[in-house]
């Protein structure tokens, strides 16, 4: 199962990446998770609060069974300020270099118009923000990082008006 992110109120998919499929699987689901979709490959779920949430995936084969348990982070969406009508994709551009690197790295958006963005990274492990930048008035960014931390694999979310994306940033 791959361990995922996502916001309050808003759709978060987690695939079931067993390789084969097992003859049945369970999910097994915390109380405050709404079931939007549920199928043996995946399961689109949502909650209404943040937290970081334990979804277990169950496997059987005959009688023996084995349990995967990830963790969902689920945070608050930044409000950012609307841009109206845009062009698709609305991120044009969203880089990291280099990759994998020490703490020192460059991170260039290129957005299809003016905007404010967001930058927030997280460490993959504990899922708790280590940075958090908020950009300003352009459709260009190049922001430099210098950051001191354990090495890892770490989750760079951008967040604009109008979508999300994110890279891992591993850090050696």
């Not at 084995?66 to 551009?93: M, S, Y």
């Not at 969203?94 to 118009?113: D, H, I, M, Q």
């Not at 008035?137 to 890892?152: I, N, R």
């Not at 979310?157 to 999300?164: F, G, S």
Request: proline share 7%; hydrophobic share 35%; aromatic share 8%.
């Amino acid at each position: 199962m791959i361990a995922t992110q996502g916001f309050t109120g808003e759709d978060i998919v987690l695939v079931n990446t067993s390789d084969p499929i097992s003859e049945h699987t369970e999910w097994i689901l915390p109380e405050e998770a709404e079931t939007i979709q549920q199928t043996p490959e995946n399961i689109t779920l949502r909650f209404n609060e943040v937290g970081v949430y334990q979804v277990t995936l169950r496997s059987y084969q005959g009688e023996c069974y084995q349990d995967h348990t990830k963790p969902v982070v689920v945070e608050h969406a930044r409000d950012l300020p609307d841009v109206g009508d845009t062009e698709n994709p609305f991120i044009e551009e969203f880089l990291v270099y280099p990759n994998p690197n020490s703490g020192r790295f460059t991170v260039a958006v290129t957005l299809a118009e003016p905007a404010t963005a967001s930058l927030r990274l997280f460490d993959q492990v504990s899922n708790s923000p280590v940075d958090d930048r908020l950009l300003h008035g352009s459709d260009k960014y190049t922001t430099q990082y210098q950051v001191f931390l354990t090495p890892g694999i770490y989750i760079l979310l951008l967040e604009t008006p109008e979508v999300r994306d994110i890279r891992r940033i591993v850090i050696e």
